[in-house]
């Protein structure tokens, strides 16, 4: 069974951009998260998308947005790029049933704003 | 505001020996609680978990201790071998949110000498 996988793994892009990472998840799984992990924060939630719909937010600026497909693959784009926005973005797979379900992480994508 | 503490940075132990890595939390609606472990380059993946109704949980090597009283979780490596050098993260989930919502402390970075 295939993993979790993330595209780009790696990134430069420079302040005032925008960027867009994707995110496949397991085969079956209809709940996709993104994290955010940095140095001095470690790892914070974004948001969870289930069958196409956001389910859950965290508390980040609106710049950073996401969407799910019907595939369950999902995208996460970041506006007018800020120095801070630097980071590993992993995304997490799982079945979503609400139940204590494991999440599945994948490798992420280093992003890095100059 | 960080709801999962985990004060420790950093744990030196030697091969072995027992690692004991600590994690305070603070939100009392968190009631589903994980540790991940995560190596360089790679997504964190799943160690362990604890329900908030069970006071202790193992899996071989590893052991999972929460103290709901004091809102406190231990992770216990016994023995511990120089693969286990990695950075361990807790987390803690709750039902409000699906359990699809991790939060997740700063992490403790385990070395674990020969």
């Known amino acids: 069974k295939a993993g979790v996988t993330q595209t780009p793994r790696y990134l430069i892009k420079t302040r005032g951009q925008q960027v867009t990472l994707s995110c496949s998840p397991i085969?079956?799984?209809?709940?996709v998260s993104w994290y955010q992990q940095t140095p001095g924060q470690g790892l914070q939630f974004l948001f969870e998308?289930?069958?196409?719909?956001?389910?859950n937010k965290g508390n980040f600026p609106g710049r950073f947005s996401g969407r799910q497909f019907s595939n369950s693959r999902s995208e996460m784009n970041v506006s007018t790029l800020e120095l801070g926005d630097s980071a590993l973005y992993l995304c997490?797979?799982?079945?979503?049933?609400?139940?204590?379900?494991?999440?599945?992480f994948g490798p992420g994508t280093r992003l890095t704003v100059l | 505001d960080q709801q999962v503490k985990q004060n420790s940075p950093s744990l030196s132990v030697q091969e072995g020996r027992i690692s004991i890595l600590n994690c305070d939390y603070t939100?009392?609606?968190?009631?589903?609680f994980l540790w991940y472990k995560k190596y360089p380059a790679e997504g964190p993946t799943f160690l362990i978990s604890?329900?908030?109704?069970?006071d202790k949980n193992e899996d071989g090597r590893f052991t999972v201790f929460l103290n709901k009283s004091a809102k406190h979780l231990s992770l216990h490596i016994v023995p511990s071998q120089p693969g286990d050098s990695a950075v361990y993260f807790c987390?803690?989930?709750?039902?409000?949110?699906?359990?699809?919502?991790?939060?997740f402390g700063k992490g403790t970075m385990l070395l674990v000498s020969p």
């Open positions: 997490a797979s799982s079945l979503g049933s609400g139940s204590r379900d494991e999440q599945f």
């Open positions: 085969s079956g799984h209809r709940s």
């Open positions: 998308y289930f069958s196409e719909t956001q389910r």
């Open positions: 939100n009392s609606m968190f009631d589903y």
């Open positions: 604890i329900s908030s109704i069970k």
């Open positions: 987390a803690a989930s709750a039902r409000y949110s699906g359990y699809s919502t991790l939060t």
